[in-house]
């Protein structure tokens, strides 16, 4: 193949290419098998020495090997074949990856033959080496995500100004319509984050998930609801109730024109989009939610910026079976849960049990968390929600802030939320103590901002 002896050629004579596509090449790639013979040798030499190879030194380590002499005399006549013209490195680069990508999918489609015809044999007869028929999507999804990652890392000492600019920008953030969540998450959750919803049960976990996806597709955002607990409609049924701002209980005396109109007053052909799919409890993990999101966005041209998980604790982990450890089997679930958003670019939220002495508490900790401690270990917020008969009778929750990379848990670590059950809606409600607590937290970091000059402080 041409594209072959042109990657060689770049590999031995252009460094800048040898950094940018070396760490992407796998022996597979190479169909022919006096190719793979060279690129082996190449990357033998490389480990052995730390530095990029020479068409000669490849020759000597041929005439050391063991490879047939006709795979030998092969390969010199294509290492003396070699031209060592400049190219283009944007272009050369682009058509390695383009290879790559090719060589990928060629690999995992023969594989996928491999293992499916193993699968056809009788159980006596299989050979135990071919993995099961199950990794043949992880198989064909690992090679579709083949790609070149030119991205090196931040600099921290150069990108100071850029770095800052990032603190001020709240692009990257997906607010909320309660200005008290986005005063403690400093204007919303942000793309890639695993946040949690933790309360006992039948207080309100998805409830409150319910509640945020509502506001989320009032304000324009793409939400996908997986739910392995409620039935598609009854999830449907929730945000309904919410949009319309009628109790679900009312919905038996509805009319069917009453309901069209007055969905037709939130004008939902201009506002966000939610989709909502089910599974079975325990019986979806990462790589149903992968698949379900690149259908989403082949067939339907959607993409979530924010997925609710409901809820993470009866999931299952792609990577692990079963494990009597619930601390390892939960991270590992809560991982890939978070993974997956970091993948998709996309806000994560779910819910979480409290355990019997968390449940009754009004002073909720991460130790409190009934699945296991792995989810706190991995959640980059953690929301607990309090409801006693006298907070019941209020129409009001208390929440904690049990975990937070947003921002400083322990100020504003408590408040308060309204809470109407029969329209799954979480609303601020008047609270004067509340309001002084937010003001005072405010006035101290003026204080601080007015307070700040250079020449003042002193560093250690």
């Not at 992407?24 to 033998?44: G, M, T, W």
């Amino acid at each position: 193949m041409v594209i072959t002896k042109t990657i060689f050629s770049n590999l031995f004579s252009n460094r800048e290419y040898f950094k940018k596509v070396f760490p992407y090449l796998k022996n597979e790639y190479f169909e022919n098998p006096v190719d793979r013979a060279i690129f082996k040798l190449i990357k033998q030499h490389v480990i052995d020495n730390r530095a990029i190879p020479s068409p000669n030194a490849i020759k000597v380590a041929f005439e050391r090997s063991d490879y047939s002499e006709k795979v030998v005399e092969e390969a010199f006549k294509t290492l003396r074949s070699l031209e060592k013209v400049p190219e283009d490195l944007e272009w050369i680069v682009k058509e390695t990856e383009k290879f790559c990508k090719e060589m990928a999918m060629d690999d995992a489609i023969k594989r996928s033959i491999e293992i499916q015809n193993n699968a056809e044999k009788e159980p006596s007869k299989r050979d135990k080496r071919i993995p099961d028929i199950g990794t043949i999507p992880e198989l064909m999804q690992k090679a579709l995500a083949v790609s070149f990652d030119s991205s090196i890392g931040m600099d921290w000492n150069e990108d100071y100004v850029a770095r800052f600019k990032s603190y001020q920008d709240k692009a990257d953030k997906i607010p909320f319509k309660l200005d008290i969540l986005n005063r403690i998450t400093k204007g919303g959750v942000e793309r890639g984050t695993l946040n949690i919803i933790l309360a006992g049960v039948n207080v309100g976990k998805s409830l409150g998930m319910c509640s945020l996806a509502t506001d989320y597709i009032l304000d324009g955002w793409n939400v996908l609801y997986i739910t392995m607990e409620m039935s598609e409609e009854m999830v449907g049924k929730r945000i309904d109730a919410n949009m319309i701002d009628v109790d679900m209980d009312d919905f038996d005396t509805l009319t069917e024109s009453e309901f069209i109109k007055r969905l037709k007053r939130k004008n939902i052909d201009q506002i966000g989009k939610l989709k909502v799919k089910r599974y079975p409890t325990g019986g979806a993990n990462c790589n149903h939610f992968r698949n379900l999101l690149d259908d989403l966005r082949t067939k339907q041209d959607f993409k979530p910026d924010v997925v609710m998980v409901d809820y993470l604790g009866i999931c299952s982990s792609s990577r692990m079976r079963y494990s009597e450890n619930s601390y390892t089997l939960v991270k590992a679930i809560a991982e890939e849960v978070r993974g997956l958003a970091v993948e998709y670019d996309y806000a994560c939220w779910s819910g979480a049990q409290l355990n019997r002495e968390g449940a009754k508490s009004s002073d909720v900790d991460m130790t409190d968390t009934a699945e296991s401690f792995g989810l706190p270990a991995t959640a980059d917020f953690m929301l607990a929600g309090v409801e006693t008969d006298e907070l019941a009778q209020m129409g009001v929750q208390l929440f904690k802030q049990v975990k937070s990379r947003y921002g400083d848990k322990n100020k504003i670590s408590k408040f308060k939320l309204g809470v109407l059950k029969g329209r799954q809606r979480w609303y601020e409600k008047a609270d004067p103590e509340q309001e002084a607590q937010v003001e005072k937290d405010d006035n101290t970091r003026r204080s601080k901002m007015d307070n700040i000059d250079g020449g003042d402080i002193q560093w250690n």
